[in-house]
């Protein structure tokens, strides 16, 4: 037997070792297997996606006024219903001082003769095109030395599927850049907290001693500290605005971040491994980048997918309350607010602004549950 023989019979009775799994690839392959956390993912994509690119495909601007379309409720047909052309025919007739006659309406145009005492004044027609139902007028005939004009109007039509607001504003429009709001909001203020308190808590932690002691008291300082009040004077000194909330409620939240990845690192900073990296002379810096931080990583992800949810929470609290996002702009938590105000006679202006930030929520929360059982060491 040859030496390739023998080999290959030495390589059959010792095959070679199967390659190793990462603890994040097992992870992953858990939280995969998680119908809900899959399903919560794909709801939340879609919803961020209707956040971010839906108000360039409705054809209405989020503060668009339509006073012709005040209060309107949600439907599918486009408007204006054929009942309510005659009523806005005669409004602009009225401001073009005529009255309207002989009115017809096929094929998305209207056909009406204006008459007056005297002869009507033809660059008053331009109300036409101001209006929010009509296009551009066009004089047909005319008669009875102007007194009379037979005028030609094509119908604008628009859709409202989640209706208007009492000033006129597109509800589906003003909810999708609500979501955008909130959503901009939520992560921009889990990412102040996850900076400040990773960092934090790390420090403190692997410092021990007398700087932990100091460090944590500062943070049960801070925590005694009204949130409301905190935000009340933040309003007070700079004025409402969308950075004001978000650095409200980012400079709060990072108090639980931190005591997270404190306790982490008082466990981590323990570790055999730590130990030889300060043997091998790594400074007190490389072995936090290096070793403590990226081994609290699985709590502090799970962290943020439970802290996103909380600070949309308190978005919409303090908007509700009037401290958060103000007119022209908009959040989830002033639609409901304003929902709230008219439920009794137009149920839809709570509705579809309510069963956004539910969705949202529970796939955030399914997210987390999802990502604490993928993460959870009991289970590797």
Do not use: C
């Not at 004044?121 to 047909?140: N, W």
């Not at 504003?169 to 308190?197: E, F, N, Q």
């Not at 070793?291 to 962290?303: A, D, E, K, W």
Request: charged share 20%; no cysteine; aromatic share 8%.
């Amino acid at each position: 037997m040859n030496e390739a023989s023998l080999v290959a019979v030495d390589a059959s009775r010792h095959p070679a070792p199967a390659a190793g799994r990462s603890l994040w690839s097992e992870a992953r392959g858990r939280l995969v297997r998680n119908k809900a956390a899959v399903a919560s993912f794909i709801v939340l994509g879609l919803i961020t996606l209707a956040a971010l690119i839906g108000p360039y495909f409705t054809g209405h601007p989020y503060d668009r006024v339509y006073p012709d379309y005040v209060h309107v409720p949600a439907q599918w047909a486009p408007h204006p219903n054929p009942d309510k052309v005659g009523p806005a025919l005669e409004r602009v007739a009225a401001r073009v001082r005529a009255r309207a006659e002989d009115v017809s309406i096929a094929g998305g145009r209207v056909r009406a003769t204006l008459t007056s005492a005297r002869a009507i004044d033809e660059r008053l027609l331009v109300y036409f095109e101001r209006s929010d139902v009509f296009g551009k007028a066009t004089v047909v005939t005319r008669a009875d030395e102007g007194k009379r004009l037979t005028i030609d109007v094509p119908l604008i039509e628009r859709r409202f599927l989640f209706g208007t607001d009492i000033n006129g504003r597109d509800m589906l429009t003003r909810t999708m850049h609500a979501t955008r709001v909130s959503l901009a909001i939520g992560l921009l203020a889990t990412g102040v907290a996850l900076v400040i308190g990773v960092a934090y808590g790390a420090l403190a932690g692997f410092a021990g001693g007398r700087i932990d002691d100091a460090m944590m008291r500062m943070v049960d300082v801070l925590y005694s500290l009204p949130f409301i009040f905190f935000v009340i004077l933040l309003v007070v000194f700079f004025g409402r605005n969308f950075v004001l909330m978000f650095l409200a409620v980012g400079a709060v939240e990072w108090l639980d971040m931190a005591r997270i990845v404190r306790g982490q690192t008082l466990s981590i900073k323990r570790q055999e491994y730590v130990a030889a990296a300060e043997a091998l002379g790594v400074s007190p810096g490389g072995i936090l980048l290096r070793h403590v931080i990226p081994n609290t990583l699985g709590p502090v992800v799970v962290y943020m997918t439970l802290l996103v949810p909380k600070v949309i929470l308190l978005e919409s609290f303090l908007s509700f309350l009037g401290l958060g996002v103000q007119e022209p702009g908009t959040s989830l938590g002033n639609l409901i607010a304003d929902g709230a105000r008219g439920i009794q006679t137009s149920t839809y202006l709570l509705l579809f602004p309510a069963i956004v930030l539910v969705a949202m929520l529970s796939a955030l929360n399914f997210i987390g549950d999802g990502l604490r059982d993928a993460l959870d060491p009991k289970d590797r």
